[in-house]
């Protein structure tokens, strides 16, 4: 700051008292400060303003508050009225009153956070201080593990740790949630601690998961890219379709995208009975059928596949090594390392174990995308569809068959019987109800004896005769 000196010169002498230097070196004088006439003779209440010091007033040549420096103020302020209107005297009540009127604490929290501290300062028979203690020594045996998921629960994101140190000088102002956390991040590396325990809380049913999804993900890829029937059916498939669309703009095709052969159930049969698919499927049944046979066994393994895609799996993967290695790094210079030394040394090989079977998944599932020309994104969902509906397809086909097959036994049942009475017509017999017609006209018709009745009040049929 000050005058700049000449090359060589002397140096530059400082600013005079009551004055500052800008940016380019010239000296301003220092703003005025407008003091009022006495202090306030009461505790006031305060104006919570942000105030501009001299300093960046006097920063500019011109702006309002430089001017308004030295101006008279154009009314007369009663500062005793000004006494009498906001001070903050303390009013005097009784016991009860003020029993009644607690002062509000303050919250910070959302409510499922606030619910979550209450419990783990409530249900766990644990004074605060005990748990704070606790946690400072590392006291695995006071830290279960549902205290440990309480924990993880009670930790506050940045905002709220940021909102809760503004507080460090009254913590009596906060409520009781509030004010624990707030001596909980007061905890030697508490963040650490907290970050281990989640991490060993955490670690087993999230490795469990990924593992399984992984296996049934790499046994889906692996089917996929050994079934040479996929080829064969797209073969089948793309000729149908080039003889189909011939002269049209959609022929001459040298191949078809995967996601577009949905559309085979699109093109019906003249009399609109069949699918395109359906007619593939039925000469595939019945020229090749090992290929339905591969492509029904390869459903399985398919439709075992967890929904999610290999995307959101890799993420998990890659969030479950870093965090488990993470944790570990930050906490093995740490006194309380040698409590979760033998639970790294464990889990570190294993998630990198995990994360390389990942990457080669993945590689594979590249190498698929590129071999039938699809995204490494979509190339399994496409896959899995086709498949899916040629064994549905074939199902159907099945079935119908099964109906048809069902129909011609009844009507061979039938013709049967036909055969069988005119085989007996001809050699002079009859059928079975012509056969009984003929016993009964040549037999003559035989007439049922007449019923006796018994008691009643007309007697039986013989008194009636002999009373006639």
């Known amino acids: 700051g000050g005058i700049p000196r000449a090359p060589g010169g002397p140096p530059a002498p400082p600013p005079p008292p009551g004055s500052f230097s800008t940016a380019r070196g010239l000296v301003l004088p220092a703003v005025k400060v407008r003091e009022p006439e006495r202090t306030p003779l009461k505790k006031m209440r305060k104006l919570n303003w942000e105030k501009l010091d001299q300093g960046r007033v006097g920063k500019t040549d011109v702006n309002v508050w430089k001017k308004l420096a030295d101006k008279e ?3 007369k302020l009663d500062l005793s009225k000004i006494e009498d209107r906001f001070c903050a005297a303390e009013v005097q ?28 300062l409530k249900s766990n028979g644990l004074r605060e201080a005990d748990l704070l203690k606790a946690m400072a020594a590392c006291d695995l045996r006071l830290i279960t593990e549902g205290v440990a998921r309480q924990l993880l629960a009670a930790v506050p994101t940045e905002e709220e740790k940021k909102k809760l140190l503004e507080y460090e000088e009254n913590p009596e102002l906060l409520s009781p949630p509030e004010r624990f956390v707030l001596k909980l991040i007061h905890v030697p590396d508490y963040e650490i601690l907290i970050k281990c325990l989640k991490v060993r809380q955490e670690f087993e049913g999230q490795a469990f998961e990924i593992h399984r999804n992984l296996q049934k993900i790499e046994s889906g890829v692996n089917a996929a890219v050994t079934c040479k029937s996929i080829p064969e059916v797209l073969l089948v498939v793309l000729d149908v379709g080039n003889f ?35 007619f593939i499927v039925e000469e595939l049944q019945v ?5 339905i046979v591969r492509f029904r066994a390869l459903l399985e393994v398919l439709q075992a596949m967890p929904k999610l895609d290999l995307k959101t799996l890799s993420k998990d993967a890659h969030d479950l090594k870093t965090n488990v290695l993470g944790a570990a790094a930050a906490s093995r210079d740490r006194p309380f390392f040698p409590k979760f030394e033998t639970f ?13 079977k990942m990457e080669s998944v993945q590689g594979t599932v590249k190498k698929l995308a590129e071999y039938y020309l699809d995204t490494e994104d979509e190339v399994m969902d496409h896959l899995r569809e086709f498949v899916t509906l040629v064994v549905r397809t074939d199902r159907e086909l099945l079935d119908l068959k099964a109906v048809e097959e069902k129909k011609e036994e009844l009507r061979q049942k039938k013709e049967q019987a036909r055969l069988e009475r005119e085989a007996r017509m001809a050699a002079g017999g009859s059928s079975d109800l012509v056969g ?3 016993s009964e006209v040549s037999g003559g018709f035989r007439t049922r004896p007449p019923r006796r009745r018994v008691g009643g009040a007309g007697g039986t049929d013989e008194q009636q005769q002999q009373q006639q």
């Open 93 to 120: 009540a009784d016991e009860s009153k003020a029993k009644e009127q607690k002062p509000k604490l303050i919250t910070i929290f959302e409510k499922n956070r606030t619910m979550s501290v209450n419990i783990l």
């Open 344 to 356: 790294f040394k464990k889990t570190e090989p294993f998630v990198q174990k995990l994360w390389k």
């Open 244 to 278: 189909l669309n011939s002269g049209t703009k959609a022929g001459g095709a040298a191949g078809v995208k995967l996601q577009s052969l949905n559309r085979l159930l699109d093109t019906k049969t003249s009399d609109g009975n069949q699918t395109l698919l359906h």
């Open 73 to 75: 103020l154009h009314i």
């Open 436 to 438: 009984e017609l003929w």
């Open 287 to 291: 020229q090749h059928p090992k290929t």
